[in-house]
Each structure stands twice: as structure tokens, then as C-alpha cells.
């Protein structure tokens, strides 16, 4: 009739690591992205400004009305 010797230092390391997985897989559905979203995301982030940049005017150097070129 002997009792099996547990070490409760690791019990009670195990018991919250599977607590803070749970909770962290929670908020992986609560707040996450899927990768396809995330992906989604990124390339029209990219597409939008490759639009902005393709449809930014140039500044001509030669402008005479300028407040550096006012003499």
C-alpha cells in the first residue's frame, strides 16, 4: 500500500503550460487570421500602393514658382 511519489513542483508546471495553451489557442480564434487571409491582405496592400505610387505626380525641378527658386 504505498502511494506512487509525485513531485508537485511538476504537476503544477504542467497544469498551467496547459492552461496558458488553452488560453493562447483561444486567441488564436478569437483574434487571428488564417494564412490565406493574411496573404489576401498583403497582396492588395501591395497592389493599392503600387496603384498610389503608378499614379503620383512627378515634381519638376524646373519650376520657377518655387519658394527656393523667389529671388
Request: proline content about 3%; glycine content about 4%.
Amino acid at each position: 500500500m504505498t502511494a506512487e511519489i509525485v513531485n508537485l513542483n511538476k504537476v503544477r508546471k504542467a497544469r498551467e503550460r496547459a492552461n496558458r495553451e488553452r488560453d493562447a489557442q483561444e486567441n488564436r480564434i478569437k483574434y487571428g487570421q488564417t494564412k490565406p487571409e493574411r496573404n489576401l491582405f498583403e497582396a492588395r496592400t501591395r497592389k493599392w500602393q503600387g496603384d498610389l505610387d503608378a499614379s503620383r505626380r512627378q515634381s519638376d525641378d524646373d519650376d520657377d514658382t518655387g519658394p527656393s527658386n523667389a529671388s
